[in-house]
């Protein structure tokens, strides 16, 4: 007796790979939106390195011309105010800036610049991440009149 209605429709595989392949389709469009989502916080974070050793950079050449010393000595207030130019200038587009912080050793004649951004992230809200915050961390030490990078 041939299976009529139901039956026939529940031992029917027709459609099966649609169905896979739906499925296979959803994942793989959720796995390009993380990969989208992280690369681009990526490059704002190396946007955001290079804005900072250029600010830590700019900073360490602004040295006190009245200094008498052996050595060569750090103008702080020209120091901070040049840091916070410069990485403003080179900071990335498209992102909040949540922190930049300048602090000046003058025993040492090191500046560092710190910042945090905010990322806002499109394809990851779905899984809850609505922002990638990125740091980024940049030193510099003037050496008799010169600067030393990346220490």
């Not at 207030?77 to 912080?101: H, K, L, Q």
């Not at 899984?127 to 510099?140: D, F, L, N, S």
């Amino acid at each position: 007796m041939p299976a009529t209605g139901v039956g026939r429709a529940i031992r029917d595989e027709r459609g099966q790979y649609s169905v896979m392949t739906l499925l296979l389709l959803a994942g793989m469009v959720m796995l390009l939106g993380m990969i989208t989502d992280i690369g681009r916080a990526y490059a704002v974070r190396r946007m955001l390195q290079n804005a900072v050793d250029t600010a830590a950079q700019s900073a360490a050449h602004q040295i006190n011309p009245n200094f008498s010393g052996r050595e060569t000595q750090l103008h702080i207030s020209a120091a901070m105010g040049t840091a916070y130019e410069y990485f403003y200038r080179n900071a990335p587009a498209g992102v909040t800036i949540d922190s930049v912080v300048v602090a000046v050793d003058p025993t040492t004649n090191t500046v560092e610049v710190r910042a945090q951004v905010r990322v806002p992230c499109m394809f990851l809200r779905l899984a809850g991440v609505r922002e990638i915050r990125p740091v980024a961390v940049g030193r510099a030490t003037v050496v008799y009149g010169l600067n030393r990078e990346g220490e």
